[in-house]
């Protein structure tokens, strides 16, 4: 029997924690056929992005539909999009209703602090991307910038939530990885499924190897989506997945900066 199919349109991290690398790891993990579309390279290790290079939205174009002519893509994936111009051209895809079961994670920033997205691009994710989205993942940094407020606290975190829920996705994770405010030392993210609110809760991993946490919690869900489950079972499904990876990976020691995870634990 063929495996489901997934395709991911993302950046190529070459230090392989996150991106491109980080998605198709997920992908096989989690016994899903991977596909990609590349947007950009990175020049980039577990210290930080070195230099970009972004490639033109037509060929993004061209990688996508190659893929999507031939192959039964049931899930699809966005990661970092670099430019104005390749956000706008992944959305009219998505409007034409080309990228089935379509997980938006509005990738802006990398966890070195570099940038990752153009900022011009910004506003592009909220009038063209988000009303095609079937989930978006935002985490706290990215959820402030689409909602244009800051987040301090949790309630404001349940609020941002339903505030990206009325930019038309279908459910809306806002992540706390990184949340500051969270005394419990848990790593707890708001789910919004259409009508309600519903926390995710894991105990945080205290481990410097946390590259690629966010590609991979997205890819994981478009990996459960492309197996056909619900869409809030495949984010309960991603959240387990990405504790066991983060925990699995806090043995590790690979580069001096924010390590990877561990995909195959
Ligand atoms: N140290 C940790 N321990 C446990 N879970 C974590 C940890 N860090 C992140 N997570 C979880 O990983 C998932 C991704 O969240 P995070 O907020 O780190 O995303 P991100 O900032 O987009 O990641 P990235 O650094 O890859 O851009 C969430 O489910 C979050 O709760
Ligand atoms: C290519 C790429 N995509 C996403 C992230 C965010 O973790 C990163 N650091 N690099």
């Not at 990609?36 to 230099?51: E, F, H, M, W, Y």
């Not at 990184?178 to 481990?207: F, K, M, Q």
């Amino acid at each position: 029997m063929n495996p489901p199919v997934a395709l991911t349109i993302a950046g190529s991290d070459s230090g392989g924690g996150a991106g491109i690398q980080a998605d198709l790891k997920t992908f096989a993990a989690l016994g899903v056929f991977g596909t990609s579309a590349i947007t950009a390279l990175t020049a980039q290790n577990t210290v930080g992005v070195r230099g970009v290079h972004a490639v033109p939205a037509e060929f993004v174009l061209a990688q996508a539909e190659a893929v999507l002519e031939d192959l039964p893509v049931a899930a699809t994936k966005t990661g970092m999009l670099a430019t104005a111009g390749i956000v706008h051209a992944v959305a009219k895809l998505a409007a034409a209703g080309r990228l089935p079961s379509l997980v938006v994670d509005p990738v802006m920033v990398a966890s070195s602090g570099d940038r990752l997205l153009e900022p011009a691009a910004e506003r592009l994710y909220v009038a063209e991307l988000l009303p095609h989205a079937t989930v978006v993942t935002p985490n706290l940094v990215e959820a402030e910038v689409l909602v244009k407020g800051s987040i301090g606290t949790l309630a404001e975190q349940r609020e941002a939530a339903v505030a990206l829920g009325a930019l038309g996705p279908s459910v809306v994770v806002v992540k706390g990885g990184h949340a500051v405010s969270d005394a419990a030392g848990e790593a707890v993210d708001v789910v919004w499924d259409g009508s309600t609110i519903h926390e995710l809760r894991a105990p945080r991993v205290d481990t410097p190897n946390n590259h690629g946490t966010g590609c991979t919690f997205a890819s994981a869900i478009a990996a459960g989506l492309a197996k056909g489950l619900a869409v809030t079972e495949a984010v309960t499904a991603a959240k387990t997945y990405v504790q066991r990876a983060v925990t699995a990976g806090a043995r590790w020691s690979l580069g001096a900066g924010h390590g990877p995870l561990d995909h195959f634990a």
